[in-house]
């Protein structure tokens, strides 16, 4: 199917789909609908937990405050638009297990509402859009942004060759931490790969909890993940991800000579990683999606203590 359909066509895509068809997207024109939703516009979160890692580095390294700002809106826009290129690149080699999915049928891929030819050249636009981006950064970081691209073309394929396409995704995710460090600083040293290492397991672990909202699905369609790998036993991989993840950050801190404010206000987002662990069912797949979306206010907390640990 060439054309997008209308705006009806989404009209009750919220009863069997995580598709926020009636957010803000559906103010747009209804050519662009499709398009905003196959790059997730409708639901940010990803593009914040993708950011987040990269915020932490600013907050860690940054020179001054002049530079942190402009990196911030740098990553910003790159997290919006990268992640979304990621989105199309997943969907599109995932068209049609997605359609058999409950919660991804309605994405515009699987429903063919874009088709592969108009999701190849919305992917060459926004890889464009990247590189724009990307080419304000110094050379370091550019040679980090194009290595990225490895991890995000495999994310995909690991799910049907591997029980841990969660950990393929930290590394793609958590890319931002040393990247942004390099950004800032111009070199990437033992602070910016402790961070890298505590992003990968922070990710590691709420993608977990995320990937339970598909677990029976995936089973029937054969897809793998660490959640079906777990099962019953996700709690205390979670307390193991979790608790190595704040043990990282904290030495990324001390190795970068933060103050003394940095461990009390560390404790916070340590505080509600626990929560999460306490408050998890993996048989509750709205919990588990409204977990993984309180991982944003921990990424925010943990860059408040990075900077609290700089005054």
């Not at 995909?156 to 931002?176: C, E, H, N, Y």
């Not at 995936?218 to 660490?226: E, K, T, Y």
């Amino acid at each position: 199917m060439d054309m997008a359909p209308s705006g009806e066509a989404y009209r009750d895509v919220n009863t069997h789909t995580d598709i926020r068809a009636r957010s803000w997207v559906a103010q747009l024109p209804e050519g662009w609908q499709p398009f905003a939703l196959l790059m997730r516009l409708d639901r940010p979160i990803g593009a914040w937990l993708l950011f987040l890692p990269a915020l932490w580095a600013f907050a860690l390294a940054a020179p001054g405050w002049g530079v942190g700002v402009a990196l911030i809106l740098l990553f910003g826009i790159g997290s919006v638009v990268m992640r979304g290129a990621g989105c199309v690149v997943n969907d599109l080699w995932d068209r049609d297990l997605d359609r058999q999915v409950t919660r991804t049928a309605g994405r515009p891929l699987a429903s063919g509402a874009v088709s592969p030819r108009q999701a190849l050249a919305f992917l060459s636009a926004l890889l464009a859009l990247g590189l724009i981006i990307l080419v304000q950064l110094n050379g370091l970081s550019i040679l980090l942004g194009v290595v990225s691209l490895v991890p995000v073309g495999l994310y995909p394929l690991a799910k049907r060759v591997t029980d841990w396409p969660q950990a393929v995704l930290g590394l793609t995710f958590s890319w931002g931490a040393p990247m942004g460090y390099a950004a800032a600083t111009g070199r990437l040293d033992a602070p910016g790969l402790l961070l890298y290492a505590a992003a990968f397991l922070w990710i590691l672990g709420y993608d977990t909890i995320y990937a339970h909202q598909d677990r029976e699905d995936d089973a029937l369609v054969g897809v793998r993940s660490s959640a079906r790998r777990l099962g019953e036993r996700t709690r205390p991989f979670l307390v193991a991800c979790y608790g190595g993840a704040v043990a990282l950050l904290l030495a990324a801190g001390w190795q970068a000579g933060l103050g003394p404010l940095f461990y009390p206000v560390l404790l916070a987002p340590a505080a509600v990683l626990g929560w999460q662990v306490a408050r998890l069912d993996i048989h509750d797949p709205a919990r588990c999606l409204r977990l993984f979306q309180n991982n944003r206010e921990v990424g925010l907390l943990i860059a408040l203590a990075f900077l609290a640990g700089r005054l």
